[in-house]
């Protein structure tokens, strides 16, 4: 999707840990309102993309622009229009999710209700549960809560529907189909073939650090002469994509 200002463009992103290589020219482009997947095995490179886009980890090289904002050196607005949900949420254990959910909304100007966010989640039953009591699915739908408190217009999703149950998976896939509808844009990291042929405009598949194929999944399949979009990984990468439900 074209937009003047993309929702995210990273350019030639590569960052080092020591010796080990993480991510070694990465280059992304989101548009408005666009669903971009990620896909890769454990190593890839993936999570380090995603957070270097957030401004979470510091690139060795290249530039990153959300809505045209540098995430490095403009922290505050980055945080009005951008919504992050990272694998391992890092929250107060001993609050309970309305608090949680409360906490993250008077960070923003225009926040979405606590009702709207536990029912886009599912957890409105849980809102007096204390966070540590929450089961692990639980506690995953609630960091996605959080991501979305502020209205963000981009939204960084890592690993979106790991440890869910099929039904609440595909209640969350629901959830996304409506931010789309809004006009989200979202960076989508899965292992799930399924979320991203339903979920996805475009996807890029990351091997040792770097972008092999960026198309529809239709194209992908297509590109790699497949029949499915699992064996259309295996071509482009000679790896099997891990089993993450």
Known sequence: MDSAEP??????????????????????RVGVGEVVGVLGTNGAGKTTTVEMIAGLRTPDRGRVRVLGIDP????????QVLGVQLQHAHLHNALRVTELVDLYRSFYPDPRSSDELLDLVDLTAQRRTI????????????????ALAGRPRVTILDELTTGLDPKARRRMWGTIEQLKAEGVSILLVSHAMEEVERLCDRVAVLDAGRVVALATPAGLVAQAGADTLDDAFVALTGKELEDTE
């Open 131 to 146: 966070f540590d009591n929450l089961s692990g699915g639980q506690q995953h739908r609630l960091s996605i809560a959080l």
């Open 7 to 28: 929702a995210i463009l990273a350019e030639n992103l590569a960052k080092s840990y020591g010796r080990t290589r993480a991510v070694a020219g990465v280059s992304l």
């Open 72 to 79: 490095r050196h403009d922290r505050a607005r980055l945080r």
